[in-house]
């Protein structure tokens, strides 16, 4: 896609352009609570987590465990009760927690796209599919016609494997599978560097799955896309994403490419949710059902939050909440398994 | 031209040219969901005049004894009967009341100089639309306003503030709102007029053509009669408007509250969409859907509602018409106001529809 062509000028926050591989977004130590009438939800505990520039990367966790309000904090969507309590979220040069909500505004939908879990709810019921993608042009590139615009919208349309003359069509007339790519053609139609998909397939059954899955890499490719995939489906994930990344009761819990990871988890949850996935290979045995309940993040376990669900708990583990640490070359992990400290017995007789 | 069918060419014209650009426009289903809708509204109207009919005769007294007293002789008695077609038996008197409503000639009212009913309708009926279409104007426009500033700031004081107002506007029967506002506007602030459609010389000045004084200043150009009809206009329109307003106040409120926690809006919001526009294009268009289906049953009670201010503000309208040949037992004028008042139901329910099922593309008629 050469600039200019499709999209017109790019706007860009005074960076040069980012190769493959480079980091193009950054949190770090990022916090979100939400005020409750029982007190607050640690939703997001101190995660730091760096996106590299063309990648897919996995975010997984039981459902309850901080993803979404991870998603949405990364365009600083988040809204009462909910706030961005610590931390600083680093794009293309600049902490966009310091940025105004003017400047956030323009960045939203132009440069940082979002994908929501349902589709049937994600459009506008009384909008044709074109009045939400001229609309979304417009917004970002006041100088396009509503021609132009228009012109632009049955393009992506069409690439998107949709009808073009479907563009006159009203949501309602779409299945669900179509909607989900109709989302994905508004986070591209201003060529977003980032899109953050909060379970985009859970509402789709596994055929249209598939395809979408299939759909999302070849876009990235194409378009030079950066995917932040959120699932509690750790399928999902082997097949389509590069790096995955663990969340545990609204922390990072372990960060690996996805073969170091399918291959050589490390923190114990992560074994668990890989040990609970059904897999042909292993019929005949039993599927295995991970022990205790998911955390309540009004009051999140001392120590590690994983603690009382560990299989191989330690007595230091519900005293001090292990870091989130570099293991061996591209593969973190926050577990004390893996970690020394002073009160940790056996660490240092060893 | 007769000023009743001048009335209905003012809004009958613009309104027959929206159902024909929808008509137009529409599919084939939509197409034949309106002439359904149309041809349901005849039974209806029928219906309703038809209960009147029937309720008017069996209410104890009549014309005679409420006109001459109870001193008439039996002779007078007979003799005015026969004039008025009253000695005939129930069932000719109703098809010759169906004859007269189809031909559109409503017959002579009982009473006075038995003037045709439809001259007295063509001077109270004007008056009537000049009262409910400015009422209808300031309960939806404040309700759609409030409820979506509420809305917006849910849970601050403003919102607490216009939830209160709807409560007690809604509840405050609507005697009692007129005499207040008279009370403060035109008795102490003399601001108003306490009564009337406009001043008494002016009127002298006023070429009628329609009876709604307001477009009949504007044709004539008599900016003096306007102003004089817009100040006597202004207390009445609002106290009926204002009680009305509570229950879209309310409504609108709910319902654009909602509508900002769909997912849509919270997409529109990621794609850097404005606020103004995820507002008003989003929450608010959506939230108008069930806001629209109460608007027509809220006709009903709009004219219920000008029955009582017109008597307030004694406004010569067809609600005080109604009221005064209620109990002169005019049942040529009941009956025929009343086919009036049900026929504009009918329209504006036919009309509320139509809107519905062009603002929601979900409609499946
Ligand atoms: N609007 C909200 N108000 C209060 N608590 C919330 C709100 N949204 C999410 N939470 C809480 O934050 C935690 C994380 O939620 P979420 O990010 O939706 O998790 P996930 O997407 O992983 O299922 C949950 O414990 C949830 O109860
Ligand atoms: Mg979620």
Known sequence: ?350 | MHPLLIVFLVFGIPAGFALGWVFLRGSESLRRYILTRIALTLPMVLILISVVFFVLRVMPGDVVSSTLGPKASEETRQNIMEALGLDDPLIVQYFRFLGDVVTLDLGDSFIGARRPIVDELGERLPATLELIIPAAIIALGSGLLFGTYAAIRRKKPVDYSLRLYSVIIYSMPIFWLGLLLRLVFSVWLDWTPIAGRIDVVTNTTLERTTNLLFVDSILSGNWAALKSVLRHMILPAATLGLVLSGVFVRLTRINVIETLQEDYVLAARARGIRERIVTYSYALKNAMIPVVTVIGLQVAILLAGAVLTETVFNWPGMGRYLIERISARDFQAVQSTVAVFALFVALISLAVDVIYSVLDPRVKY
């Open chain 1, 1 to 350: 896609m050469t600039e200019g062509s499709l999209y017109g000028e790019r706007i860009t926050l005074g960076e040069p352009p980012l190769k493959a591989g480079e980091i193009l977004y950054s949190l770090r130590d990022v916090s979100v609570e939400y005020g409750t009438r029982a007190g607050p939800v640690a939703a997001v505990d101190h995660v730091s987590l760096d996106i590299r520039k063309g990648e897919i990367l996995g975010l997984v966790g039981e459902s309850g465990c901080g993803k979404s309000t991870l998603g949405k904090a990364m365009l600083r969507m988040i809204s009462r009760p909910g706030r961005i309590t610590t931390g600083e979220l680093w794009f293309d040069g600049v902490d966009l927690v310091t940025l105004s909500e003017r400047r956030m505004r323009e960045i939203r939908g132009a440069r940082l796209g979002m994908v929501f879990q349902d589709p049937m709810t994600s459009l506008n019921p009384l909008s044709r599919i074109v009045d939400h993608l001229t609309e979304t042009i417009m917004t970002h590139e006041p100088s396009v016609s509503e021609a132009a615009a228009r012109d632009r919208a049955a393009q992506l349309i069409g690439r998107l494997g949709l009808r073009e003359e479907r563009i006159d069509d009203y949501p309602h007339q779409f299945s669900g599978g179509m909607r989900q790519r109709i989302m994905i053609a508004l986070a591209l139609a201003l060529q977003a560097d980032l899109v953050i998909a909060d379970e985009p397939t859970t509402a789709l059954d596994v055929i249209v799955e598939a395809q979408f899955l299939d759909l999302l890499r070849e876009l990235r490719d194409e378009f030079d896309l950066t995917i932040v995939l959120i699932t509690h489906n750790i399928g999902v994930v082997a097949e389509v994403a590069d790096r995955v990344a663990v969340m545990y009761a609204g922390r990072m819990a372990e960060l690996a490419s996805v073969n170091e990871l399918f291959l050589d988890t490390k923190h114990p949850y992560g074994q668990g949710l890989l040990r609970a996935v059904p897999n042909i290979e292993l019929d005949g045995t039993e599927l295995y059902q991970m022990a205790g309940a998911p955390p309540n993040l009004l009051h999140t376990p001392s120590g590690c939050a994983f603690h009382p669900r560990c299989p191989a708990v330690m007595p230091i583990c519900s005293q001090h909440q292990p870091e989130f640490l570099q293991r061996e070359g591209d593969h973190y992990t926050a577990c004390w398994l893996y970690q020394d400290h002073p009160v940790k017995p056996g660490v240092h007789d060893a």
